[in-house]
C-alpha cells in the first residue's frame, strides 16, 4: 500500500521569497505523483503531475516538482511567492495501474507582505 | 470550462438526521470519486464508480452511508443518521479515468456538512 508524508504542516514565507513544500511517498510499486492546491473553501485543483519521463515537472502558476525515486521524494518548488499563493498544498500518489490517490496530510503555505 | 457541481455547498443537520449530497460530474467522465476531507487532513476516498458500478467503497461506512449513480451520470451520497463525527467537506471528482492517460482528477467545490 502507498503512503504519502509531508513533512511541514505549516510553511510561513515572505512574498517574493522562494519556498519548498517537501512530500516523501512510501510503495512497493511503480507510482504517478501529483500536487494538488486548495483555496479557502473550496475543492482541490491539480498544479503539476508526474507519470514518466523528465523527472522535473513545471505545473500551473510557476510551480515546479522534483520527482527523485531513490529519496522516494516529490518536493513542490516556487522561486518567487505571491500572496495570492496562500493556500493548502497535498502531495498525492496513486500506483500505475489505478486511478485511486492516496493524500498526504496537507502543508498550509501562508505568504506575508 | 467544464465543471464539476456540488450541492449544497453547505448543509448544517442536527444528529440522527439523514442528509444528502449531489454531484454531477463533467460531461463524459466514467469515474466518479466520493472523498471525505476532515478539517486538517488530506481528502480520503470513500466509493469510486466506473459508470453506474461501485469499483471501491472499502472505506465507505456502509451502516449509515450510502451512494448510488443509477444512470452513470450524476450521483447522491446519503449518510443516515448523521453523527457528530460526520462533520467534515464531502468532495466529488470525476476523471475519464484510465482510458485517456491524464490521470487527472477534477474536482468539484465541495459540501461543507456540519452535524450540532
Known amino acids: 500500500a502507498q503512503s504519502v508524508t509531508q513533512l511541514d504542516s505549516q510553511v510561513p514565507v515572505f512574498e517574493e521569497a522562494p519556498v519548498e513544500l517537501r512530500c516523501n511517498y512510501s510503495?512497493?510499486?511503480?507510482?504517478?505523483l501529483f500536487w494538488y492546491v486548495q483555496y479557502p473553501n473550496q475543492g482541490l485543483q491539480l498544479l503539476l503531475k508526474y507519470l514518466s519521463g523528465s523527472t522535473l515537472v513545471k505545473g500551473i502558476n510557476g510551480f515546479e516538482a522534483e520527482f527523485n525515486k531513490s529519496q522516494t521524494s516529490f518536493h513542490l518548488r516556487k522561486p518567487s511567492v505571491h500572496i495570492s499563493d496562500t493556500a493548502e498544498y497535498f502531495c498525492?500518489?496513486?500506483?500505475?495501474?489505478?486511478?485511486?490517490?492516496?493524500f498526504g496530510t496537507g502543508t498550509r503555505l501562508q505568504v506575508f507582505p | 470550462e467544464a465543471e464539476v457541481a456540488q450541492s449544497p455547498r453547505y448543509k448544517i443537520t442536527e444528529k440522527s438526521q439523514a442528509v444528502a449530497f449531489w454531484c454531477d460530474p463533467i460531461?463524459?467522465?466514467?469515474?466518479l470519486y466520493w472523498y471525505r476531507q476532515i478539517l486538517g487532513q488530506g481528502p480520503e476516498l470513500l466509493v469510486q464508480?466506473?459508470?453506474?458500478?461501485?469499483?471501491?467503497d472499502s472505506q465507505l461506512p456502509k451502516d449509515r452511508f450510502s451512494a448510488e449513480r443509477l444512470k452513470g451520470v450524476d450521483s447522491t451520497l446519503k449518510i443516515q443518521p448523521a453523527e457528530l463525527g460526520d462533520s467534515a467537506m464531502y468532495l466529488c471528482?470525476?476523471?475519464?479515468?484510465?482510458?485517456?492517460?491524464?490521470?487527472?482528477?477534477?474536482f468539484g467545490p465541495g459540501t461543507r456538512l456540519t452535524v450540532t
Open positions: 498525492a500518489v496513486s500506483d500505475i495501474d489505478t486511478d485511486k490517490l492516496i
Open positions: 464508480f466506473q459508470d453506474e458500478s461501485v469499483v471501491d
Open positions: 471528482a470525476s476523471s475519464a479515468g484510465l482510458f485517456d492517460g491524464s490521470y487527472e482528477q477534477y
Open positions: 460531461s463524459g467522465h466514467a469515474t
Open positions: 510503495s512497493s510499486v511503480s507510482v504517478y
